[in-house]
């Protein structure tokens, strides 16, 4: 069956630090791969998704991740974090039809 | 635009009761989500309807939960009874369609806390 670890529960950054949040995939074909944010007492808002073709996909709020297949990953960066980035955060894949999240990572950021 | 909305915010009930979730999708998504989303888990998929037609309700313990989107528009979420493992996030979530480009919308949940 399809499915999505996210092996970090917690991660903590002092402010300005740089950012990789690991998603590994159980998929046999091209997945689509997906990453959300949810901020405390919102709904989850879209950072960005792979398809095809660039491996490396540009997101709001200054995110980025890269499908590695030889890994099955889709690593969440970001270069410079920023106070109101902590939240939580889910990678998820598409399959038939609907979207399975992993179980998330939680971003806790320090002045 | 408006976004996903749901009612109420939260709820808080004994079990055994019962509770009603309500929501209401981005004007003209034909697609409509519920979700449950259990305090330190991803959210899972309790049921999909394209318009006003099921399209997946594989994960939806059907002896006690059940929903339905009248006219295709707004759509509720029962529980009844409730047991203390139903205790959750409820989202809501719409899109224009069903492929994987579509983007999904999420409304801000209703958080059921079941004593």
């Known amino acids: 069956a399809q499915s999505v670890t996210q092996p970090d529960i917690h991660i903590t950054v002092s402010e300005g630090a740089s950012l990789e949040l690991r998603c590994n995939y159980s998929y046999g074909a091209t997945p689509y791969l997906f990453w959300y944010v949810q901020s405390p007492g919102q709904g989850l808002q879209l950072l960005l998704k792979?398809?095809?073709?660039?491996?490396l996909v540009q997101g709001i709020k200054g995110f980025e991740a890269e499908f590695k297949r030889s890994q099955s990953s889709f690593n969440l960066r970001k270069p410079s974090v920023h106070w109101s980035d902590a939240a939580e955060y889910f990678c998820?894949?598409?399959?038939?039809?609907?979207?399975?999240f992993g179980t998330g990572t939680r971003l806790q950021v320090f002045p | 635009e408006a976004g996903v909305a749901q009612s109420p915010r939260y709820k808080i009930i004994e079990k055994r009761q019962s509770v009603a979730f309500w929501c209401n999708p981005i004007?003209?998504?034909?697609?409509l989500y519920w979700y449950q989303q259990i305090l330190g888990q991803g959210p899972k998929l309790l049921i999909q309807?394209?318009?006003?037609?099921?399209?997946?309700d594989s994960q939806l313990p059907k002896d006690r939960f059940s929903a339905e989107r009248l006219k295709g528009v707004d759509s509720t979420l029962k529980i009844q009874p409730a047991k203390l493992e139903d205790s959750a996030v409820y989202l809501c979530?719409?899109?224009?369609?069903?492929?994987?480009?579509?983007?999904?919308?999420f409304g801000s949940g209703t958080q059921l806390s079941v004593l």
């Open positions: 309807f394209q318009n006003n037609g099921v399209v997946d």
């Open positions: 998820a894949v598409f399959n038939t039809d609907k979207l399975i």
């Open positions: 792979y398809f095809s073709g660039d491996t």
């Open positions: 004007s003209g998504h034909a697609t």
């Open positions: 979530a719409s899109s224009p369609g069903r492929t994987p480009n579509e983007k999904l919308f």
